[in-house]
């Protein structure tokens, strides 16, 4: 499928487009890599995800550790980059072509020029992370690629987002997504911040939501369906085989169980949606009839009796006159005896 169509497909089908990001979980085993990848797709993913740096490239050998050192305990950026930087070139091309022969889209974060270079031949669309949002020489070099991009928006103010969505736009690439992201590993629930991803749409109304989650995977899968429902076409989340495994992204990634969990959600959550324009159901049509009222005689009526309101009250089942008609009835004659708690018609009135 061309990129164009594929990117299409993606942001405006109805169900969201879900990255199962395997980044480095792989530990650099490429027969760990493709059982991921395989898990992955049988799961429900629509596309694997990895990244695609060199340690020395990325980091100088002192930067410190971002992230929470009781579930990843290496304290400094280059020593964990460096941990798992052993793919190249020959590996993701394995990983690409392993991809194809499964049907899933195979994706992968550069995070330096000579990655964009080699995975430009792989890649249908590009993921810029967080961390290069205000990185404007690399986000200018993947635009110029003319190839969609998702950009994740951790840790920026509208005003760094602004300048590197502008910045592509220059190159004429218009199609992007924004992902809205918090960059903190774990990201707590109450910082997950959801209904930024409205205010994201607010600002830049043309372009596709999504959200790049990190938080802790409920049991429910709530977060990423909450993400959803408020306007993300695009989910993203870390993948593992093992959310048990020490280090690294394995604690705060979903596993295939909730993958599973998820496209559940969705499916209910698309059935659920229903039609857009409010107006009764065939299901609802017994329940419209006999749960509503009619107007009953409160009182036994004579025939030729002037009815009045004291004469009247409201009873189930809603087969005789509405109770919007009260009004109508009063000072209307009883064209016959009419007994109490006997449902009123219009054959019953002069």
């Known amino acids: 499928m061309p990129n164009n169509d594929l990117w299409k497909h993606i942001t405006t089908r109805p169900t969201p487009f879900l990255i199962a990001e395997i980044g480095v979980n792989h530990e650099s ?8 990848i395989d898990e992955a797709k049988k799961a429900g993913a629509d596309a694997v995800k990895f990244q ?11 930067s410190p550790a971002y992230w929470d050192r009781t579930k990843e305990n290496t304290d400094s950026q280059y020593r964990l980059f460096k941990k798992y930087d052993k793919f190249g070139q020959k590996e993701f091309c394995l990983l690409a072509e392993h991809c194809a022969k499964n049907d899933i889209i195979f994706l992968s974060t550069p995070f330096d020029f000579a990655a964009v270079d080699f995975l430009d031949e792989l890649v249908p669309f ?28 951790g840790a920026s103010t509208i005003a760094e987002i602004d300048e590197a969505v502008r910045t592509i736009r220059k190159t004429g690439n218009n199609q992007i997504a ?63 085989l093992d959310k048990s495994k020490s280090g690294n992204d394995h604690y705060h990634a979903m596993d ?10 969705l499916t209910l959550i698309a059935k659920i949606g229903g039609d857009f324009y409010k107006k009764p159901l065939d299901s609802e049509n017994v329940s419209r009839k006999n749960a509503r009222r009619s107007l009953v005689a409160d009182t036994p009526i004579a025939k030729g009796q002037v009815i009045t309101a004291r004469m009247l009250t409201m009873k189930r089942p809603g087969t005789g006159i509405s109770p919007g008609f009260f009004d109508h009835l009063v000072g209307r004659r009883a064209a016959r005896d009419i007994a109490k708690d006997e449902i009123i018609t219009w054959a019953m009135l002069h």
């Open 52 to 62: 695609t740096y060199k340690a020395e490239k990325l980091a100088v050998m002192d």
């Open 126 to 153: 590009f993921k810029i992370s967080s961390s290069d949002i205000n990185n404007i020489p690399f986000v200018r070099y993947i635009a110029k690629r003319e190839k969609p991009i998702i950009l994740s928006t």
């Open 178 to 240: 924004l992902l809205h992201c918090i960059l903190n590993y774990p990201t707590r629930y109450k910082d997950a911040n959801l209904n930024m991803i409205k205010h994201l749409k607010t600002i830049f109304p043309d372009l596709v939501m999504g959200y790049s989650d990190h938080t802790l995977p409920d049991k429910n899968m709530l977060v990423v369906t909450a993400a959803n429902m408020l306007g993300a076409q695009i989910i993203e989340k870390h993948f593992t």
């Open 29 to 36: 085993s490429l027969n760990s890599a493709k059982t991921m």
């Open 256 to 265: 295939p169980g909730d993958v599973r969990i998820f496209r559940d959600n």
